[in-house]
């Protein structure tokens, strides 16, 4: 089978490599669709947020579907040609976390595209049976992919706890940042629902999912436009979807006294700076997304009846082969990317 890998930051190599064996509780993937997030580019340029970590060589990606070539003999829900969207982290099942059902703060995860774990970068992949999803004939790979991001969408609203006439803001309108202002207004019922971002073309699609205002970050000062758009009083939740020093910022200061700040983007720099100062004086609730944890279902249910629209984020396609150009493309934003999909 082809797969192609990271050998070091900016460089993949493609190579044949065997197709893997399938244990009796695994099933044998033909991969359809890998999404390029920013996680992978933060390893494509070569950060490590762990010094033990050894990044290179690497098979990329973790939001993927694909299609079931082979079962294993301990296997019953899922068969042969079934179009599948894919849990990418293998939890134990066994320590402690694990079994209080917050299998995504499990210390054994294994995560797919993560070192030491290869991703999906590949023609062919074994993955445990358990962590595959079923789609419909609605559903495209392309959708399957997206039911991962959507999917941490999900957890993350969860935890923020939102309740109808509630007001919000996203800060980054990425393919996350966008995830996010489509479930809140879709599915939370929100008053006002602030989005911001540096690239005008993608306020303009955050606008088209929902967002009542949009700002660009780039020459606003998003702090008081949001907080002269409140009264003064800034919003209930705020979602962090960039990872970047401003918006870590931005996100305690825009709160509304006893709001909640959900940090959801990643850091390059493996630092979440924010005043204490105002965060203590406004009794906020600060939490950090942490993946997601049994959304797969309730996104594909959302997804199949139309509710969802996974199609308006994705702008890009590429083939195995073009790996490198997709990877370039989405680290510079360049030509208008949201979400690049490879097709192996």
Known sequence: MKTIRLVKPYQFKLQDEPVPNSQDEEVLLRIKAVGVCGSDIHLYKGVSYDQKENIDPLVLGHEFSGLVEAVGASVSDVKPGDRVAVEAGIHCGKCEWCLRGYTNLCPHMRFCGTPPMDGALR????WPAHLVYPMPDSMSFDDGVMAEIYGIAQHSVALANMRPGMTAAVLGSGSIGLAMVQLLYKTRGVTALFATDLLDYRLETAQKMGATVTLNAGNSDIIDRI?????????????????????????????????????????????????AAAARRKGLTIRFDRRSLFTYENVIEMIAGGLLDTKTPVTHHFSLEETPQAYDLVSGYKDGVIKAIIHP
């Open 227 to 275: 907080m002269q758009a409140t009264g003064g009083r800034g919003v209930d939740v705020v979602f962090e979807c960039a990872g970047a020093e401003e918006t870590c910022y931005q996100s305690v200061e825009i709160a509304a006294r006893g709001g909640k700040v959900i940090f959801i983007g990643i850091p390059e720099d493996n630092r979440t700076p924010f005043s």
């Open 123 to 126: 023609q062919y992949m074994s």
